[in-house]
Structure formats: structure tokens, C-alpha cells
């Protein structure tokens, strides 16, 4: 036959510790409650993320720097960063080249990360690169 005598143990721990079990079960629930809620989440904390405008910088002939605005154009300004191209950041360019040297690359190519941001130029296609001078480089 089989001893249930290990049956009357727990009963007797369980109304001993009956005042501990129920302080456990009420700080669990409140933990669980405060994390659905979002008070250990930091949703309530959470706030808008600061955005940083810097205004762009042009030489004029006398070597002097000057401010633009955003509506303003100036004759100073390189033909490769204006507003008709794709811009590096949108994930626009499908080419990209450096101001430095005279080759362009697939947006993927390992070396477009080494291209610091100042100095890369954004290319629709093939031909909008060859045509401003670039030679193909890393089109894998």
C-alpha cells in the first residue's frame, strides 16, 4: 500500500506558512501589475528624441564662410549636394562616391562605411556617376 503520510507534512507547512505564502503571492501580483503597466518599462518616461539642425556652411570668393538657410540657395554651393540628388542618410543612393578619389560603389560595398559622411556623394544610377567623371569600383 501506499503512505500518504508526506500528504499531512505539507498540509501542516502549509498552515504554518499560510501568512508568508499569501505576503509572496501579493508582492508578485503587484510586480506584475507594475510591469504591464508600464512603470518598470520607463513608458511613462520616455521622451521625444532631440533633433540637432546644422546649418550649412558656403565660401564665398574671399575665402570668408557664411551661413545658408534652408530656402536660401547660393552659387557656392557644389552641384553634388544639391537638393535634386538622393541624399546618403535617406538610404536613397543606390551609388556612392567619395569626393576624395573618382570611383563609385554599390550603397552595400564594405568601403561606402569608410567614407566619412562629409565627403559622400549620392548616385541614382550608373550613368548619373560616369557622367559626373566616376569610374566603377566594388559593384559586386
Request: aromatic share 8%; glycine share 8%.
Amino acid at each position: 500500500m501506499l503512505d500518504f503520510s508526506f500528504v499531512g507534512g505539507i498540509r501542516e507547512w502549509l498552515e504554518c506558512h499560510r501568512q508568508n505564502l499569501y505576503l509572496l503571492a501579493g508582492i508578485l501580483l503587484v510586480g506584475a501589475l507594475a510591469f504591464e503597466s508600464g512603470f518598470l518599462r520607463g513608458q511613462l518616461v520616455q521622451s521625444e528624441p532631440l533633433l540637432i539642425s546644422i546649418p550649412a556652411v558656403a565660401e564665398s570668393s574671399n575665402n570668408e564662410k557664411t551661413a545658408i538657410t534652408p530656402g536660401e540657395q547660393s552659387a557656392n554651393v557644389r552641384p553634388e549636394t544639391s537638393s535634386t540628388t538622393p541624399k546618403p542618410e535617406t538610404g536613397q543612393c543606390l551609388f556612392v562616391g567619395s569626393r576624395n578619389s573618382n570611383k563609385y560603389h554599390l550603397n552595400t560595398c564594405a568601403v561606402v562605411k569608410r567614407i566619412k559622411p562629409e565627403n559622400k556623394i549620392c548616385f541614382a544610377s550608373k550613368e548619373d556617376a560616369e557622367k559626373r567623371g566616376y569610374v566603377p569600383s566594388c559593384l559586386k
